[in-house]
Each structure stands twice: as C-alpha cells, then as structure tokens.
C-alpha cells in the first residue's frame, strides 16, 4: 500500500536538509527562482523530466526553499539499505504492477495528513512519450489541493516553483495553462521532453 510519511504542518525540512540543499544548488551553478505557495498541501509537477539528474537538483531546489517534499518511486527500489535511504528523502513505494486504487488513496492520506507537497513527474519516465500520465490531475482533484508547476530549465540552470492553481475539472482548459508555463523550459536532454498532453483531452 502506498504510504505518505507523516509530517509536520509547516512542511518544513530541517535546518541541515535546508543548507545542504544551498550547498548542492550553488555547488552544481544552480539557483532557485519563484516561492512556496502558503498552502497546507499541494501537488508539485515535475517536468521536463529527462535525466536522472533531475531527482538531485529536485532535492536540492525543494531544501533550498526550506519544504521537505515526497515523491513517487516503483516498489521494486525499496529493498534493504535503498529502503532506508528512498524513505529518508521522501519516497513513496508505488506498485505499478497491479491496480492499487493509487489515485484515490494518496488522495485520501493527504486530506488526512498534517500537510503533504507531493511532487509528481507526470512524464512518468526519462524518455520521449507522447502523453503524459493523468494521475497528477486526478490526485490533485480528488485532494482538493492545488497544483504548482515545479520545472528545472537546464538552459538557464533553474530549478524553481512556478505557476499555482486550483484545478477547475475542465481538463482542456487547465492543461493549457500548464502547457503554456512549460512550454520555453528546456530539459537535460531536450530531445527526450514529453508532449505536455493527457490522452483525456482527445
């Protein structure tokens, strides 16, 4: 069963967490741009999502802002020792070999949580696809919580929390929005960036 950790209302990561983060943005020649939405919970978008680099300066972004974030990670990573250290940094075991009701329970443990900023690559994988998974959406909606576009823009060397909305049901509509916010960000490896595009619009 997936399982959001419990953490404190304020969503803060420790004051070690905070400066290590600054250490391996400012390390990398990174900065963080935009600022934490003052919400209990929220959905954080991770895209464009092509390197396995991006976990890194994901961690490094959200700990600079001061916010410990969870995240999705298959289950099979979650073997002794990797357990340990997945969980450490806010990883959420998922099965994706079997239907799970997923959606609805992440959904469920969030309203029930003190406050949770999941982040979620809607991609789904470091490769080109041509729609990206509708599970951020459908988590979002069914939490009533809102959506913040994070982004990692290799071009300029950003990591930062942009665009924040509540999602309205009208499922054209608000990927436009998105679309449009994502539209100049430029992954690792641009020619692996995914089409902003959820198979529910067509």
Known sequence: MQRIPPQHPA??????????????????????????????????????????????FLLGAAYSFGIRVNWLVKNSFFVPVLAQMITFFGGVPVDRSRATNMVSRLAGQIRNSDGTNLVVPPAGTRSYTEY???????????????????????????????LTFELSGEVKEDMARIREFYEPLVGKYPDKKSRILLKEEE
């Open 11 to 56: 969503q803060k990561c420790s004051g070690f967490a905070h400066y290590f983060g600054r250490f391996l943005i400012k390390i990398f020649g990174w900065r963080v741009e935009g600022g934490v939405p003052e919400s209990k919970h929220m959905l954080i978008i991770a895209a464009p999502h092509t390197s396995n680099w991006d976990a890194l």
């Open 132 to 162: 990206w998974k509708s599970g951020f959406y459908r988590i979002a909606l069914e939490a009533n919580i809102p959506v913040v576009c994070g982004y990692l823009d290799y071009d300029r060397k950003v990591a930062g929390l942009g």
